[in-house]
């Protein structure tokens, strides 16, 4: 059995992470501000912006009883707007700093963590230079939120090149749903430009878990970003409508099937062997 810290275990995206792991057979601790609403695993108590408090946490994770073997950092401001930008920024970039650096002092060579679907351009008030996005397109972030997900990133790609034996895997995060959400999905049809914002995509929280289990047991390298979407829209018109419609004259590199998701995941299906379960479009899937 592996150990692993879940740092913000508490929050929707890390409520359904907890419970994967758990489900796999994974010992969790959840460091976090706030308590879960369910007590599933040990839970610490911590403020991630303070350095201290994440290496005390860390460390207690570890001794009890045993050592950590992975972290999974899914804590954050969890949008760009609730919050002054300099607050979401600080908090968002000092966190993942103090997390990335406790690792590395424990000698935690298995990291994954949560980046975000806005560094590829939300809410894509400029055009996307081309159709599906993947993670060839430079990040272009719009906000301070995005802004911090952008430093994560390039955080790691320094940890790593500081110690070639790190993983460090970075996930673009679609917008995340829970099996409640889906009653309001039909409604998003009335108007393609609502929810052009992320390109019509989201994410189920059982498949967002999904990928990340999968990167926690992938045997790669170093730090590698993926866009991890459903692989459908939240649209019930085609893919190639919407664009015509919202987007037209950008670039479509390839066909896509009629509902085909816009942020492209063929980089998770070929080296995370990720392939989503869940789809708004099915019945069964809003059973949580």
Same mark, same amino acid.
């Given at each position: 059995?592996?150990?692993?810290?879940?740092?913000?275990?508490?929050?929707?995206?890390?409520?359904?992470?907890?419970?994967?792991?758990?489900?796999?057979?994974?010992?969790?601790?959840?460091i976090d501000?706030?308590?879960?609403?369910?007590?599933?695993?040990?839970?610490?108590?911590?403020?991630?912006?303070?350095?201290?408090?994440?290496?005390?946490?860390?460390?207690?994770g570890?001794?009890?009883?045993?050592?950590?073997?992975?972290?999974?950092?899914?804590?954050?401001?969890?949008?760009?707007?609730?919050?002054?930008n300099?607050?979401?920024?600080?908090?968002?970039?000092?966190?993942?700093?103090h997390?990335?650096?406790?690792?590395?002092?424990?000698?935690?060579?298995?990291?994954?963590?949560?980046?975000?679907?806005?560094?590829?351009?939300?809410?894509?008030?400029?055009?996307?230079?081309?159709?599906?996005?993947?993670?060839?397109?430079?990040?272009?972030?719009?906000?301070?939120?995005?802004?911090?997900?952008?430093?994560?990133?390039?955080?790691?790609?320094?940890?790593?090149?500081?110690?070639?034996?790190?993983?460090?895997?970075?996930?673009?995060?679609?917008?995340?749903?829970?099996?409640?959400?889906?009653?309001?999905?039909?409604?998003?049809?009335?108007?393609?430009?609502?929810?052009?914002?992320?390109?019509?995509?989201?994410?189920? =929280? *059982?498949?967002?878990?999904?990928?990340?289990? +999968?990167?926690?047991?992938? @045997?790669? #390298?170093? %730090?590698?970003?993926?866009?991890?979407?459903?692989?459908?829209?939240?649209?019930?018109?085609?893919?190639?409508?919407?664009?015509?419609?919202?987007?037209?004259?950008?670039?479509?590199?390839?066909?896509?099937?009629?509902?085909?998701?816009l942020?492209?995941?063929?980089? =998770? *299906?070929?080296?995370?062997?990720?392939?989503? +379960?869940?789809?708004?479009? @099915?019945? #069964?899937? %809003?059973?949580?």
């Open positions: 059995m592996s150990k692993v810290i879940v740092t913000g275990g508490s929050g929707k995206g890390g409520t359904a992470v907890v419970k994967d792991l758990l489900s796999h057979g994974y010992e969790v601790v959840n501000l706030r308590p879960p609403a369910e007590d599933r695993c040990q839970y610490i108590h911590a403020d991630l912006t303070d350095f201290g408090q994440v290496m005390d946490t860390f460390f207690a570890q001794a009890v009883p045993h050592r950590v073997d992975a972290v999974v950092h899914m804590a954050a401001n969890p949008a760009p707007v609730g919050f002054p300099p607050d979401i920024f600080r908090t968002n970039t000092l966190s993942t700093y997390v990335f650096e406790a690792a590395r002092r424990l000698q935690i060579k298995n990291i994954v963590w949560a980046s975000s679907e806005t560094v590829l351009g939300l809410p894509f008030d400029a055009l996307p230079p081309y159709l599906p996005l993947d993670e060839d397109c430079p990040p272009r972030p719009e906000s301070a939120y995005a802004l911090s997900k952008v430093m994560g990133e390039e955080m790691a790609r320094q940890f790593c090149r500081w110690d070639p034996e790190l993983k460090m895997i970075g996930l673009r995060l679609s917008n995340i749903m829970e099996p409640h959400d889906y009653a309001r999905f039909p409604s998003f049809g009335a108007d393609p430009h609502a929810r052009r914002w992320n390109l019509w995509g989201y994410i189920d =929280a *059982r498949d967002m878990s999904q990928a990340v289990r +999968r990167s926690l047991e992938s @045997d790669l #390298k170093g %730090a590698e970003i993926f866009i991890v979407a459903n692989a459908d829209t939240v649209m019930s018109r085609p893919s190639r409508e919407l664009i015509e419609t919202v987007y037209p004259g950008v670039e479509l590199r390839r066909e896509l099937e009629t509902n085909e998701t942020l492209c995941i063929d980089k =998770a *299906r070929r080296l995370l062997n990720f392939q989503p +379960r869940y789809s708004w479009r @099915d019945p #069964k899937s %809003a059973i949580g």
